[in-house]
């Protein structure tokens, strides 16, 4: 696999952008927990990565809620449909590790849920920090608990625990 890695600045610190085959493949901040080690980044190039940063800095100015880059997510099945779910929450919102682990179909599965969160390879984009303890409380942030707590300050979200989500299920009856 051919991988390359730039570096960009951001209000949330120093942020390392890796692509795998000139795809978005990881967005890793410093000290962050589940870091690869620097030697898998490949060369550094900033070639891939100007629709990523354009981006990026649309969001961080407050310009844009959604992001809209291909990407790859290497991971486990499971990993994946977490992953897969955490796009789905919406810019300013946040949900437990239990209505994500319910909304996937396994409810008891939120500690699962909480591991999967931890390893996603795509920080920011993939809005893993907008997933909060079930009493509101800010944790297991692999960017740092005070990153995540600005990130959700930035995006307007109520540090409460939200209400439960409607599923399809629910939606049926």
């Given at each position: 696999?051919?991988?390359?890695?730039?570096?960009?600045?951001?209000?949330?610190?120093?942020?390392?952008?890796?692509?795998?085959?000139?795809?978005?493949?990881?967005?890793?901040?410093?000290?962050?927990r589940h870091r690869p080690p620097e030697e898998t980044f490949g060369d550094r190039d900033a070639g891939p990565f100007d629709a990523t940063?354009?981006?990026?800095?649309?969001?961080?100015?407050?310009?844009?809620?959604?992001?809209?880059?291909?990407?790859?997510?290497?991971?486990?099945?499971f990993q994946r449909t977490v992953w897969q779910q955490l796009r789905?929450?919406?810019y300013g919102e946040t949900r437990t590790y239990?209505?994500?682990?319910?909304?996937?179909?396994?409810?008891n599965a939120s500690r699962a849920v909480g591991l999967a969160n931890?390893?996603?390879?795509i920080g920011v984009i993939v809005p893993?920090?907008?997933?909060?303890?079930?009493?509101?409380?800010?944790?297991?942030y692999g960017g740092g608990l005070d990153r995540k707590q600005r990130l959700l300050a930035f995006e307007g979200a109520a540090l409460t625990a939200p209400a439960p989500a409607v599923t399809h299920a629910d939606a049926l009856f």
């Amino acid at each position: 696999m051919h991988r390359r890695h730039t570096i960009i600045d951001s209000p949330y610190g120093t942020l390392t952008l890796v692509a795998t085959e000139g795809v978005l493949s990881g967005l890793y901040m410093t000290e962050q927990r589940h870091r690869p080690p620097e030697e898998t980044f490949g060369d550094r190039d900033a070639g891939p990565f100007d629709a990523t940063i354009e981006q990026l800095e649309a969001y961080f100015a407050g310009e844009l809620t959604e992001f809209d880059l291909p990407m790859r997510l290497d991971g486990t099945p499971f990993q994946r449909t977490v992953w897969q779910q955490l796009r789905l929450i919406p810019y300013g919102e946040t949900r437990t590790y239990g209505q994500l682990a319910t909304a996937l179909g396994k409810p008891n599965a939120s500690r699962a849920v909480g591991l999967a969160n931890g390893k996603n390879p795509i920080g920011v984009i993939v809005p893993c920090h907008r997933v909060i303890g079930a009493g509101g409380s800010l944790t297991g942030y692999g960017g740092g608990l005070d990153r995540k707590q600005r990130l959700l300050a930035f995006e307007g979200a109520a540090l409460t625990a939200p209400a439960p989500a409607v599923t399809h299920a629910d939606a049926l009856f």
